[in-house]
């Protein structure tokens, strides 16, 4: 198997990889960008070239292309091998393969929501009943393949778990089926959780089915409208967004996306040729939809209701947008109608008419107002507080400044203040989530970080250092744990390869550390590593004299004081050199 790594490694350059998702910048010997893992303004993601790995400051991911990828695109490992062997041109074997399809858990998932996926639509080609539902709201035979719809009643099981036994037959064990969310597991036996519901698959950006959305289809029912699957290890509602396995090419290409609230609204706009659109998935629109929105454009346009919940969901929409940097405007629609029945009704021509009507936020919070216009201003400019893009914040308060009348120098003195007080806020949270792993704390574990520095810098004297190193005076059990993959003789290449998450993290963090003056350390590098050692013995030898003088075992204290007195004579010399960070 590792071998297929350094193959696909030695062809993938991880900057041409990571340069098609973040726009990255040469900085030193790094590149620098914008994280895609965390929100932020300056960038703290760095991605070296020479080392082929990447690190992030701000919320310390880091690691090789399949850590990369791993993350980017939420895939278990395996899934991760056989994306970028297939980028890379290499064929994996049938071993693999195999492997890929029956490990995991992850896998079984995917294959159940498949399966069911298949099921439903089969089911849906011999219901009548399902077929002319679809027919009267309009949709084709094209559309309904496209979004792969389905239905959930079989004739050929008649119950409440037809589902579940086509599973079963099909050989999926009961661990995985409750897993997925399809079945429920209740006192009273086992049932489907959707039944007689129009289904809608989600897909994740892979076009793998995750999940599932069900309208019900007998409206005598006593039953909510829409269920959703619940969430799972492959199914997070929050991040996902309808449709957009479909609309991420035509997003890029029209260079905005349609945001509506619905799935029937998000087929139709595409029947129609908005082949941009997208739902959240039944719930108001979250940050993580946006965030994955944003990697193919950021700019949205917002069409909602023109009804009061309508208007309270553009508000928050509008809130998430300037919070992520996006560019928004809305598009109400006249009451009671939403982009199915408007599209039905007046066509695409005047759909794309109306479209011309969308509005900026700010038009938006004034029109909505109705007469307390200040109080529309000053909620207008905590969300411009919030947002990350100076240029966008600048236009939006000239904007402000042009449609409410009020001075532009004023309406900045008051987003100053706000900003000055949302400032020391976000600085407590931050100070929270800092307080984390000591590991990421350069100076407790100062000399030990050092070595493995050394060893990672200057990949050829990694075997000698970690030779003279018994892993055992290592402290720090993560630094310890590498010393001891290094000691085992693995390349550098291999090296990330078999380390754990946070073992990767400290050699990435390690690696791309631009406080580190090398020249200095290649210059010295025998006297610093001597240096470190002394420096590392030494604090174990306080901690046996102190343990030493508290139990009272005087002659143990006298042999140990003596030890130290000559380690420190010996390494006075070697510890001048200590100041290593450039200036
Ligand atoms: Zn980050």
Redesign the pocket.
């Known amino acids: 198997m590792n071998s297929i790594v350094e193959d696909i490694k030695a062809r993938i350059d991880i900057i041409d990889l990571i340069a098609e998702h973040v726009e990255l910048k040469r900085a030193g010997q790094n590149y620098k960008g914008l ?1 895609p ?2 929100s ?1 303004k300056t960038p ?2 760095m991605v070296n070239p020479s080392k082929q790995i990447f690190h ?1 400051f ?2 310390h ?1 880091g690691g090789d292309i399949f850590a990369f990828v791993m993350n980017y695109e939420n895939m278990t490992f395996h899934e991760a091998l056989s994306y970028l062997s297939q980028k890379a041109g290499i064929k994996l074997e049938n071993k693999s393969r195999n492997l890929e399809v029956k490990s995991g858990f992850k896998e079984n998932l995917f294959a159940i929501q498949k399966e069911a996926l298949i099921f439903f639509q089969n089911n849906l080609k011999i219901s009548k009943q399902a077929i002319s539902y679809l027919n009267e709201r309009g949709l084709n035979s094209e559309t309904i393949e496209k979004f792969s719809i389905g239905y959930t009643k079989n004739a050929k099981y008649d119950g409440n778990d037809a589902l579940f036994n086509h599973l079963r037959v099909k050989g999926f064990a009961t661990e995985h089926i409750k897993a997925s969310g399809l079945v429920n597991f209740g006192e009273h036996g086992t049932y489907d959780f959707f039944r007689d519901r129009l289904m809608f698959p989600i897909f994740d950006l892979q076009g793998r089915a995750i999940a599932f959305g069900g309208r019900i289809l007998s409206s005598s029912k006593n039953a909510p409208k829409y269920i959703n699957s619940p969430d799972s290890i492959i199914f997070k509602k929050g991040e996902s967004s309808y449709g957009l396995n479909i609309a991420k090419n035509s997003i890029t290409q029209k260079g905005y996306s349609i945001i509506v609230e619905g799935y029937l609204d998000v087929i139709s706009c595409h029947q129609y040729g908005f082949t941009n659109a997208v739902a959240p998935l039944g719930t108001a629109l979250t940050p993580g939809q946006l965030k994955r929105l944003k990697r193919f454009s950021s700019k949205v346009l917002l069409v909602f209701d023109g009804d009061s919940a309508g208007i309270s969901a553009t508000k928050r929409s509008i809130e998430l947008c300037y919070a992520e940097g996006m560019i928004v405007k809305i598009l109400l629609l006249p009451k009671g109608e939403d982009p199915d029945t408007f599209l039905r009704k007046h066509g695409e021509e005047n759909f794309r008419k109306y479209m011309g009507r969308a509005i900026s936020p700010v038009e938006f919070l004034l029109k909505v107002s109705g007469r307390s216009k200040l109080d529309a201003v000053r909620y207008m400019l905590q969300i411009i507080a919030t947002c990350p893009d100076s240029l966008q914040r600048d236009e939006t308060i000239r904007e402000l400044s042009d449609r409410s009348k009020i001075n532009e120098l004023t309406l900045r003195e008051e987003l100053n203040a706000i900003k000055k007080n949302q400032g020391s806020r976000a600085k407590i949270q931050e100070r929270g989530r800092n307080q984390k792993s000591d590991i990421l704390n350069p100076c407790i574990y100062r000399e030990e970080q050092m070595l493995l520095t050394i060893a990672l810098s200057f990949p050829d004297r990694a075997a000698p250092i970690a030779n003279k190193i018994d892993p055992m005076i290592i402290e720090d059990p993560v630094i310890r744990g590498i010393f001891e993959k290094i000691k085992k003789g693995l390349s550098m290449e291999k090296l990330l390869s078999v380390c754990d998450e946070e073992e990767q993290r400290l050699i990435t963090m390690l690696s791309i550390n631009t406080e580190i003056d090398e020249e200095y350390v290649e210059a010295n590098v025998e006297e610093i590593t001597e240096g470190c050692l002394k420096a590392i013995a030494l604090r174990k030898l306080e901690r046996q004299i102190k343990s030493a003088g508290e139990a009272g075992d005087v002659k143990l204290l006298n042999s140990l004081l003596f030890e130290k007195k000559s380690l420190s004579q010996k390494s006075k010399l070697l510890l001048k050199g200590g100041n290593l960070a450039k200036n």
């Open positions: 994280c893992f965390h932020e703290s993601f992030c701000g919320c991911k």
